[in-house]
Protein backbone atom coordinates (compact mmCIF):
# COMPACT_ATOMS: atom_id res chain seq x y z
CA UNK A 1 0.00 0.00 0.00
CA UNK A 2 1.74 3.13 -0.94
CA UNK A 3 -0.33 6.64 -0.17
CA UNK A 4 2.85 8.60 -1.27
CA UNK A 5 2.37 10.38 -4.53
CA UNK A 6 5.93 10.23 -5.31
CA UNK A 7 5.84 6.61 -5.32
CA UNK A 8 2.78 6.43 -7.90
CA UNK A 9 -0.08 5.99 -4.35
CA UNK A 10 -3.50 5.86 -4.99
CA UNK A 11 -6.10 8.22 -5.27
CA UNK A 12 -5.40 9.62 -1.80
CA UNK A 13 -2.03 11.29 -3.22
CA UNK A 14 -4.22 14.21 -3.73
CA UNK A 15 -4.09 14.65 -0.07
CA UNK A 16 -1.91 17.17 0.92
CA UNK A 17 0.15 18.09 4.62
CA UNK A 18 -1.38 20.94 6.72
CA UNK A 19 -0.72 21.85 9.83
CA UNK A 20 -4.07 22.55 10.47
CA UNK A 21 -6.18 19.64 8.43
CA UNK A 22 -9.52 19.30 7.19
CA UNK A 23 -9.23 15.79 6.90
CA UNK A 24 -7.93 13.30 8.63
CA UNK A 25 -6.91 9.37 7.93
CA UNK A 26 -8.69 6.38 9.95
CA UNK A 27 -7.51 3.04 9.61
CA UNK A 28 -9.96 0.10 10.28
CA UNK A 29 -9.66 -3.48 8.91
CA UNK A 30 -6.58 -2.88 7.31
CA UNK A 31 -8.21 -0.06 5.02
CA UNK A 32 -7.64 3.90 5.08
CA UNK A 33 -10.34 5.71 5.17
CA UNK A 34 -10.38 9.77 4.98
CA UNK A 35 -12.78 11.51 7.19
CA UNK A 36 -13.67 14.93 6.79
CA UNK A 37 -12.66 16.81 10.00
CA UNK A 38 -14.69 20.20 9.50
CA UNK A 39 -16.88 21.26 6.27
CA UNK A 40 -15.29 21.29 3.01
CA UNK A 41 -16.25 23.32 0.04
CA UNK A 42 -16.36 21.73 -3.49
CA UNK A 43 -13.43 22.71 -4.75
CA UNK A 44 -11.33 23.36 -1.54
CA UNK A 45 -8.00 21.39 -1.20
CA UNK A 46 -7.90 17.94 1.15
CA UNK A 47 -5.28 18.32 3.78
CA UNK A 48 -4.57 15.72 6.44
CA UNK A 49 -1.68 15.61 9.35
CA UNK A 50 0.69 13.55 7.62
CA UNK A 51 2.83 12.11 10.93
CA UNK A 52 5.89 10.74 9.37
CA UNK A 53 8.03 8.94 10.53
CA UNK A 54 11.80 7.98 9.12
CA UNK A 55 14.31 5.67 10.41
CA UNK A 56 17.88 6.80 11.46
CA UNK A 57 19.03 9.62 13.22
CA UNK A 58 17.01 13.48 12.55
CA UNK A 59 19.45 15.50 11.79
CA UNK A 60 19.57 18.97 10.13
CA UNK A 61 19.09 17.83 6.71
CA UNK A 62 16.59 15.22 7.61
CA UNK A 63 14.21 17.85 9.28
CA UNK A 64 14.92 20.36 6.45
CA UNK A 65 13.65 17.93 4.04
CA UNK A 66 9.96 17.36 5.91
CA UNK A 67 9.89 20.64 6.72
CA UNK A 68 6.39 22.01 6.82
CA UNK A 69 5.56 25.37 4.55
CA UNK A 70 1.51 25.16 5.39
CA UNK A 71 2.06 29.03 6.96
CA UNK A 72 -1.34 28.17 9.64
CA UNK A 73 -0.88 30.54 12.68
CA UNK A 74 -0.48 27.09 14.17
CA UNK A 75 1.62 25.89 12.15
CA UNK A 76 4.25 23.04 13.53
CA UNK A 77 6.89 23.40 11.13
CA UNK A 78 7.58 19.41 10.46
CA UNK A 79 5.45 16.79 8.75
CA UNK A 80 7.29 14.44 11.23
CA UNK A 81 5.79 12.57 13.86
CA UNK A 82 5.66 14.46 16.92
CA UNK A 83 7.98 12.88 19.71
CA UNK A 84 6.38 9.57 20.97
CA UNK A 85 3.75 9.54 18.20
CA UNK A 86 3.71 6.70 15.45
CA UNK A 87 2.11 7.33 11.87
Known amino acids: RVIDGSLGGNSARWLNHACVA ?14 AVSDIKPGEELFIKYWLSVEGRLSAAVRAQYECRCGHRRYRGTMLAATGRST
Do not use: F, K, L
Open 22 to 35: NCEAVESDGRVHIH
